[in-house]
């Protein structure tokens, strides 16, 4: 099929908010996108729609949707990207949704679906058409990969396949950016047609249901002289090596260290170097101009240089970060190989009845939890996603090592490598402990079937892909957490300039006589349990609230002293905070400094990582993972104190 | 594809066939039955086991598919091989 009709790309509206989704406005023609995991359905969804389209969750759920506008013949239609289904015959919240939103006795059925569906394996993605036909729904068919079959030596003739199906055919492959005009085209004839009338299926049951629809299929592909050669294929040669025994889970553990070691180690210079451009150049620009404007050595100054400024660079800084592991998903996922790394990790993630695909974001999570939360996308099912959500933040990332180094370095000098690799070790059974916890309890309902995963062939990552979806998911997180990075910086800065009693002026304020010192003063009791009950240590518990980069710097601010050159050698710091951990756990620092670094490890990370929470899985879930997290912090912090007491 | 001339062998559960082995599904039960029946995975067709992955489970090929079962999910899946 062919088409003349213009075809232009046009972004979504503003009201479409990235993390929960309004409803489609009244008379906009709504097209939906199925089809089966890995089908190809969200690159023809980007190819639709262009940059101008939203992921976010469904209101009232936690399962992401697709949202864009893509124009055929003249009409403004809205395009939802569904969530991978093999059927209809839900077997988790994200069918259900693709389910109930396609119903066509439904509260907004589509005007039109169009099922993305694998010339390569088209009896099993015919069937969800076969569903489909059966309800009075306009149904188009996406028909990729007929270049695979072709390939392999195959044959099928798609204008065979649509009379045999009724419903309109289209050949398309939206890797290579071909047939969204002809796509356009039958979506324009098909809003202009009457509904058609659904298949009779004659079956009884749900089995009999089936076979009924087999037998459709197969009939439709006869007619269509759907030949496939099923001689082993590359893919098959290349899966003999990556999910074999033992090969399969090296071959899993080096893409998993190359992915840490490139989010890590490439972004750091650059996170640097964007950090050293703001807290540099820009801040110093803009104390020249406030000084110009005669703005200098104010309350003003201040607020513009320490807090916008600030909370700006720290927002930016994770831009390089976010953007390598965007790209790396989208590559792992557009080669096929993220289906094999779930194959493989999958017997050891059932133990926490998670998928294979659940270990990826854990272990990104030990470089940084953003991004981490951000991968929890790969898993299948929302409730998967949330509860690896929560989980994610008790990963020790790299930012929260160098507060143990310091500390490990200032307490146990001689055992400073064993602290460290302990925290690590505390954080895996941290991450166990929680997941099992939490599994028992909230998620007991949480279905644990064997798995069964479709694998798609391996083929090249494209540019196009990879830059698009990258894109789209960082422009995602800067909308959702932009604000609120900021806006705590800022937070945090108000309560450090007004001044409590008479010393000091709005601004110009030392910590101890600040809002902030007060409010520390006031909390600082309720750690006296764990030992660490001293105003100056708990105040940087706030600041490792907002970025845990910051502590070292605040404690050097608190003292008022020189912040250290090398966390191996903290310096007169290092006396100081001896002599806070000694005063406040009554002569038992170790015990206190043990309970201080197990809670510095499992409190909330950073105000960043709420931030992907919150764009994830919902303000109530990232309240309720908070409070999970202070919870367990707490908890566990108090124990290690009361018994390193008693052993010291 | 489904079965047309086979030899009658003993069906067994797939778990404990050697890979390279074309099997005939006889029956599928247990929690994976409604995917693996969706996935056009049923009684009558042919599958062929292609090999073994980590973790015990098996990659199965049928109608230009691929598709990994578990070790438990390759206990549910009963076949008698084929010529």
Same mark, same amino acid.
């Given at each position: 099929?062919?088409?003349?009709?213009?075809?232009?790309?046009?972004?979504?509206?503003?009201?479409?908010?990235?993390?929960?989704?309004?409803?489609?406005?009244?008379?906009?023609?709504?097209?939906?996108?199925?089809?089966?995991?890995?089908?190809?359905?969200?690159?023809?969804?980007?190819?639709?729609?262009?940059?101008?389209?939203?992921?976010?969750?469904?209101?009232?759920?936690?399962?992401?949707?697709?949202?864009?506008?893509?124009?055929?013949?003249?009409?403004?239609?809205?395009?939802?990207?569904?969530?991978?289904?093999?059927?209809?015959?839900?077997?988790?919240?994200?069918?259900?949704?693709?389910?109930?939103?396609?119903?066509?006795?439904?509260?907004?059925?589509?005007?039109?679906?169009?099922?993305?569906?694998?010339?390569?394996?088209?009896?099993?993605?015919?069937?969800?058409?076969?569903?489909?036909?059966?309800?009075?729904?306009?149904?188009?068919?996406?028909?990729?990969?007929?270049?695979?079959?072709?390939?392999?030596?195959?044959?099928?003739?798609?204008?065979?396949?649509?009379?045999?199906?009724?419903?309109?055919?289209?050949?398309?492959?939206?890797?290579?950016?071909?047939?969204?005009?002809?796509?356009?085209?039958?979506?324009?004839?098909?809003?202009?047609?009457?509904?058609?009338?659904?298949?009779?299926?004659?079956?009884?049951?749900?089995?009999?249901?089936?076979?009924?629809?087999?037998?459709?299929?197969?009939?439709?592909?006869?007619?269509?002289?759907?030949?496939?050669?099923?001689?082993?294929?590359?893919?098959?040669?290349?899966?003999?090596?990556?999910?074999?025994?033992?090969?399969?889970?090296?071959?899993?553990?080096?893409?998993?260290?190359?992915?840490?070691?490139?989010?890590?180690?490439?972004?750091?210079?650059?996170?640097?170097?964007?950090?050293?451009?703001?807290?540099?150049?820009?801040?110093?620009?803009?104390?020249?101009?406030?000084?110009?404007?005669?703005?200098?050595?104010?309350?003003?100054?201040?607020?513009?240089?320490?807090?916008?400024?600030?909370?700006?660079?720290?927002?930016?800084?994770?831009?390089?970060?976010?953007?390598?592991?965007?790209?790396?998903?989208?590559?792992?996922?557009?080669?096929?190989?993220?289906?094999?790394?779930?194959?493989?990790?999958?017997?050891?993630?059932?133990?926490?009845?998670?998928?294979?695909?659940?270990?990826?974001?854990?272990?990104?999570?030990?470089?940084?939890?953003?991004?981490?939360?951000?991968?929890?996308?790969?898993?299948?099912?929302?409730?998967?996603?949330?509860?690896?959500?929560?989980?994610?933040?008790?990963?020790?990332? =790299?930012?929260?090592?160098? *507060?143990?180094?310091? +500390? #490990?370095?200032? @307490?146990? !000098? /001689?055992?400073? &490598?064993?602290?460290?690799?302990?925290?690590?070790?505390?954080?895996?059974?941290?991450?166990?402990?929680?997941?099992?916890?939490?599994?028992?309890?909230?998620?007991?309902?949480?279905?644990?079937?064997?798995?069964?995963?479709?694998?798609?062939?391996?083929?090249?990552?494209?540019?196009?892909?990879?830059?698009?979806?990258?894109?789209?998911?960082?422009?995602?997180?800067?909308?959702?957490?932009?604000?609120?990075?900021?806006?705590?910086?800022?937070?945090?800065?108000?309560?450090?300039?007004?001044?409590?009693?008479?010393?000091?002026?709005?601004?110009?304020?030392?910590?101890?006589? =600040?809002?902030?010192?007060? *409010?520390?003063?006031? +909390? #600082?009791?309720? @750690?006296? !349990? /764990?030992?660490? &009950?001293?105003?100056?240590?708990?105040?940087?518990?706030?600041?490792?609230?907002?970025?845990?980069?910051?502590?070292?710097?605040?404690?050097?601010?608190?003292?008022?002293?020189?912040?250290?050159?090398?966390?191996?050698?903290?310096?007169?710091?290092?006396?100081?905070?001896?002599?806070?951990?000694?005063?406040?756990?009554?002569?038992?620092?170790?015990?206190?400094?043990?309970?201080?670094?197990?809670?510095?490890?499992?409190?909330?990370?950073?105000?960043?990582?709420?931030?992907?929470?919150?764009?994830?899985?919902?303000?109530?879930?990232?309240?309720?993972?908070?409070?999970?997290?202070?919870?367990?912090?707490? *908890?566990?912090?108090?124990?290690?104190?009361?018994?390193?007491?008693?052993?010291? | 594809?489904?079965?047309?001339?086979?030899?009658?062998?003993?069906?067994?559960?797939?778990?404990?066939?050697?890979?390279?082995?074309?099997?005939?599904?006889?029956?599928?039960?247990?929690?994976?039955?409604?995917?693996?029946?969706?996935?056009?995975?049923?009684?009558?067709?042919?599958?062929?086991?292609?090999?073994?992955?980590?973790?015990?489970?098996?990659?199965?090929?049928?109608?230009?598919?691929?598709?990994?079962?578990?070790?438990?999910?390759?206990?549910?899946?009963?076949?008698?091989?084929?010529?």
């Amino acid at each position: 099929m062919t088409s003349t009709s213009p075809l232009r790309k046009t972004t979504a509206p503003a009201c479409h908010g990235p993390a929960e989704q309004a409803p489609a406005d009244a008379g906009t023609p709504r097209i939906a996108l199925l089809g089966s995991p890995n089908s190809g359905k969200s690159t023809l969804f980007n190819l639709l729609t262009g940059a101008g389209s939203t992921v976010g969750n469904w209101p009232g759920t936690t399962v992401a949707v697709g949202r864009g506008r893509w124009q055929v013949g003249g009409t403004d239609v809205e395009v939802l990207d569904l969530p991978g289904a093999y059927s209809l015959q839900a077997r988790s919240p994200d069918e259900e949704l693709t389910r109930d939103l396609v119903a066509a006795d439904g509260a907004a059925p589509p005007s039109v679906c169009v099922v993305v569906t694998d010339a390569a394996h088209l009896t099993r993605s015919l069937y969800l058409v076969a569903q489909l036909r059966e309800q009075p729904l306009r149904v188009i068919v996406a028909l990729t990969m007929v270049d695979v079959v072709r390939r392999r030596g195959g044959r099928l003739d798609p204008a065979a396949l649509a009379v045999a199906i009724d419903c309109p055919v289209v050949v398309t492959d939206p890797r290579a950016r071909q047939g969204a005009a002809a796509l356009a085209a039958a979506v324009s004839t098909a809003l202009d047609s009457a509904v058609p009338q659904p298949r009779i299926n004659r079956g009884a049951d749900d089995l009999s249901r089936a076979d009924d629809r087999f037998t459709w299929i197969q009939s439709a592909l006869v007619a269509a002289d759907g030949t496939l050669d099923d001689s082993p294929t590359l893919s098959d040669r290349i899966d003999r090596v990556l999910t074999a025994p033992f090969l399969g889970m090296g071959a899993f553990l080096a893409v998993m260290w190359l992915v840490f070691q490139i989010t890590t180690k490439v972004a750091a210079p650059l996170q640097g170097a964007l950090d050293a451009f703001f807290s540099g150049p820009v801040s110093r620009g803009g104390s020249w101009l406030l000084g110009a404007l005669g703005l200098g050595g104010t309350w003003v100054e201040s607020l513009v240089v320490d807090g916008l400024i600030a909370g700006v660079g720290m927002l930016l800084t994770f831009v390089p970060l976010m953007t390598i592991m965007f790209a790396l998903l989208a590559v792992l996922e557009d080669s096929g190989y993220l289906a094999r790394a779930a194959v493989v990790t999958d017997r050891l993630m059932r133990r926490l009845g998670l998928p294979g695909q659940a270990f990826l974001p854990l272990v990104v999570g030990f470089g940084c939890n953003v991004p981490a939360i951000a991968a929890t996308r790969i898993l299948p099912h929302a409730r998967q996603r949330l509860l690896v959500t929560l989980l994610v933040p008790f990963t020790s990332c =790299s930012a929260r090592l160098t *507060v143990y180094l310091l +500390l #490990a370095a200032t @307490f146990f !000098p /001689a055992h400073a &490598g064993t602290v460290v690799f302990a925290m690590y070790l505390a954080s895996l059974v941290l991450v166990v402990g929680v997941g099992m916890l939490l599994r028992r309890t909230l998620w007991r309902a949480m279905p644990n079937e064997p798995l069964v995963l479709a694998l798609p062939p391996y083929q090249r990552p494209t540019w196009w892909v990879t830059s698009t979806v990258t894109w789209r998911r960082l422009r995602g997180f800067l909308q959702t957490a932009g604000g609120i990075i900021v806006a705590t910086v800022i937070v945090v800065w108000v309560l450090q300039a007004i001044p409590v009693g008479a010393t000091g002026s709005f601004g110009h304020v030392a910590p101890r006589d =600040s809002v902030y010192g007060a *409010v520390a003063q006031g +909390l #600082a009791p309720l @750690f006296d !349990p /764990a030992g660490f &009950g001293g105003w100056e240590i708990v105040s940087t518990l706030f600041v490792g609230f907002v970025a845990k980069e910051a502590v070292i710097s605040s404690w050097a601010q608190t003292y008022a002293v020189a912040q250290p050159t090398s966390v191996s050698d903290p310096g007169s710091l290092g006396h100081h905070l001896i002599d806070s951990f000694t005063a406040a756990s009554g002569g038992h620092a170790a015990a206190a400094v043990a309970a201080f670094l197990v809670f510095l490890l499992a409190y909330t990370p950073c105000v960043a990582t709420l931030a992907a929470q919150k764009r994830e899985v919902g303000l109530r879930w990232t309240l309720a993972g908070l409070v999970l997290q202070l919870g367990v912090a707490w *908890v566990l912090a108090v124990v290690v104190f009361q018994i390193g007491r008693l052993l010291t | 594809m489904t079965a047309s001339a086979s030899t009658p062998s003993p069906a067994a559960w797939l778990a404990d066939l050697p890979c390279g082995t074309q099997v005939c599904v006889d029956s599928v039960i247990g929690t994976t039955q409604g995917r693996l029946h969706e996935l056009g995975l049923r009684p009558g067709v042919v599958v062929r086991i292609l090999h073994k992955t980590h973790g015990g489970g098996r990659l199965l090929a049928f109608d230009g598919s691929r598709i990994a079962v578990s070790a438990a999910g390759a206990r549910e899946i009963r076949g008698a091989p084929v010529q």
